[in-house]
């Protein structure tokens, strides 16, 4: 079995639920965690749908101790707004041939790394998984998805395959993905639709099914259908409103991640979800009235800091 040593930045569930499945199957890990916050005591994984949680190793320290050019293999699991400063912290240590594996969600923040590290080769995986923590260290995993993992740049177009054999040997469920873009746009549509109205809502995904609120889910969809059309991105036969309603029905009793992040008065990944359509609504000449909507009412009410 390969023993290549990975790296996770950022401490936190999906984090930890890399680090320990990678761990478990035999890898070495470090895990970084932030500068300002205490390493966490233990590390555990409850494997989904067990009841045990097992435990894990990984050398627990942070970006700034990790020594010059020591990291081939990083994978990045902090929060959208926070990956490109995240990176910056951690760029002493990156080999020359580094590759960078980034698991967020949404979209634009995989591209402000891919534009500002052209030299090193840069991976996405876009994740459906569900996984929260306990307490820091311990996380469960909740949601068994799948991870689509691809290149995203030139360079990363030469190792991105070596990264998915070695994602395979662990328990996550990987698919090797020739079109990551397409693979993130598909997820990107889903969020758009669902994550801010369960938002300003305050309300379980199922709940979108509500007239009014569906109205804004179809409106949200035909929004997305005209972007992605333009960007000559594949779109389903019957549109997206009907996947999107298989999600919502699918994942009705569920607490959507920005609603999560609101209800901790947390900042919300809105920038690379809605925000993005807008941005990229822009460019096109396209009107995208309802995103622009949900994006300007997050922003003002849940308080939300200027991009
Ligand atoms: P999280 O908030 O639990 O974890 C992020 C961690 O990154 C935090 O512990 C934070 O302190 C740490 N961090 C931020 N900047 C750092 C830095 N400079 N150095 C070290 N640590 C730093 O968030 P999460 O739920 O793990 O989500 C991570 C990303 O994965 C998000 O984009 C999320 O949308 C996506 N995602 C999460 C899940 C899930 O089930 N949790 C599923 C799919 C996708
Ligand atoms: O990905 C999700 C999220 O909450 O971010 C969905 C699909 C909406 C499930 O809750």
């Known amino acids: 079995m390969s023993q290549t040593h990975w790296t996770v930045l950022g401490a936190g569930s999906l984090g930890c639920l890399w680090a320990g499945y990678l761990n478990q199957a035999g890898f070495p890990v470090t895990l970084l965690h ?33 020594p010059e050019k020591s990291i081939s293999r990083l994978v990045v699991a902090t929060k959208a707004h926070d990956a490109v400063t995240a990176v910056a912290g951690v760029q002493h240590a990156l080999t020359d041939d580094a590759c960078i594996v980034l698991l967020q969600n949404g979209m634009g923040s995989q591209q402000a790394v891919a534009e ?22 311990h996380v469960i995993h909740a949601g068994q998805g799948i991870s689509r993992v691809g290149a995203l740049n030139a360079q990363g177009q030469k190792v991105w395959r070596q990264v998915v054999e070695d994602l395979e040997q662990t ?8 079109n990551i873009n ?10 758009i639709a669902i994550n801010g109205l369960t938002a300003l809502n305050q309300c ?36 997206l409103l009907p996947l999107a309603t298989d999600v919502i029905k699918g994942t009705a009793k569920n607490r959507s991640s920005m609603l999560q992040d609101t209800l901790r008065g ?8 809605n925000g993005y359509l807008v941005q990229q609504a822009e460019h096109l000449n396209i009107e995208v009235p309802e995103s622009l ?4 009412e997050v922003k003002l009410r849940f308080n939300q800091p200027s991009s």
């Open 34 to 66: 932030r500068e300002e916050v205490a390493a966490p005591e233990s590390l555990s994984l409850t494997r989904f749908q067990e009841d045990q949680a097992t435990a894990f190793k990984a050398e627990l320290t942070t970006a700034s101790a990790c």
């Open 171 to 178: 328990d996550l469920i990987i698919e090797a993905c020739e």
């Open 204 to 239: 379980l995904n199922g709940e979108l099914m509500q007239p009014e609120r569906y109205q804004r889910v179809s409106r949200l969809c035909r929004e997305t259908e005209a972007v992605m059309a333009a960007l000559k991105l594949q779109l389903p036969e019957q549109g």
């Open 116 to 137: 500002k590290y052209p030299e090193y080769a840069i991976v996405a995986a876009c994740i459906t998984d569900g996984a929260y923590r306990t307490e820091p260290g």
């Open 182 to 191: 397409q693979a993130l746009w598909n997820k990107l549509a889903i969020n």
């Open 293 to 296: 909507s949900i994006y300007r």
């Open 266 to 273: 947390k900042i919300t990944e809105i920038d690379y979800i």
